[in-house]
């Protein structure tokens, strides 16, 4: 089955930096790559996603980038702000079938 | 449009104590989710229903039931609880229609001792 590794587990910057968080996946007909905000206490939601026929998405301050060949994307929040801190999951899935998370990267952006 | 509720919000049981979690979905969504929360592992899935009557199993299985009652309401079933399933439970539904986005519920926290 599919297996999602994220990195890294923490992630620590200064307001305004940019920040870059990792996820490689195993299974290559896996071809929707969702990322979810998980902010303390409350519930996961989607901020952005990617499908296998694109490379790159963007959303104002946030993208997303593939390569299915390497089986590899990343999240990148670019001048990230104090509020922008949180856990981040990535996900991989076929199509409609369920998603496989990744563990999580805790970011902590400091003023 | 509530979109994805749960019940209870905390609950603690002692070992072997038996008890449902609750989950309903107003967004007409076809596929429904429950997952378990650890610290450190992420989101695992437990039990997923791709539609009105139909069940499969997830990743951890092991120690729970599930019921699609109807195309709203997905509940979890915990028969003989036991301290490894301490973690917080989230459903999540999902149109199927070429969206693919999972919409979370709040979750339940659930202690066992």
């Known amino acids: ?111 | 449009n509530a979109g994805v509720t749960q019940t209870p919000k905390f609950q603690v049981l002692k070992t072997g104590q038996s008890m449902t979690l609750q989950c309903a979905q107003d967004m007409n969504h076809n596929s429904m989710y429950w997952y378990r929360q650890d610290p450190g592992m992420g989101l695992r899935l437990i039990y997923y229903s791709a539609s009105e009557g139909t069940t499969d199993k997830g990743e951890v299985p092991n120690g729970y039931n599930v019921s699609r009652l109807n195309k709203r309401e997905f509940s979890l079933r915990l028969e003989s609880a036991a301290p490894s399933q301490t973690s917080v439970y989230f459903c999540a539904s999902m149109e199927t229609s070429g969206a693919d986005t999972q919409y979370f519920g709040p979750g339940t926290r659930l202690t066992v001792l």
């Open chain 1, 1 to 111: 089955g599919e297996n999602v590794e994220q990195h890294p587990s923490t992630l620590s910057v200064q307001e305004g930096d940019s920040a870059v968080i990792k996820c490689t996946y195993s299974d290559s007909a896996s071809n929707y790559f969702p990322w979810y905000k998980q902010e303390l206490g409350k519930r996961p939601q989607l901020i952005i996603d990617i499908r296998s026929n694109v490379g790159e998405k963007k959303d104002q301050r946030i993208a997303v980038t593939l390569n299915k060949t390497a089986k590899h994307f990343s999240l990148h929040i670019t001048e990230t702000q104090p509020e922008d801190s949180a856990v981040y999951f990535c996900a991989a899935s076929r199509g409609f079938q369920k998603l496989v998370f990744g563990t999580g990267t805790r970011l902590l952006v400091s003023p």
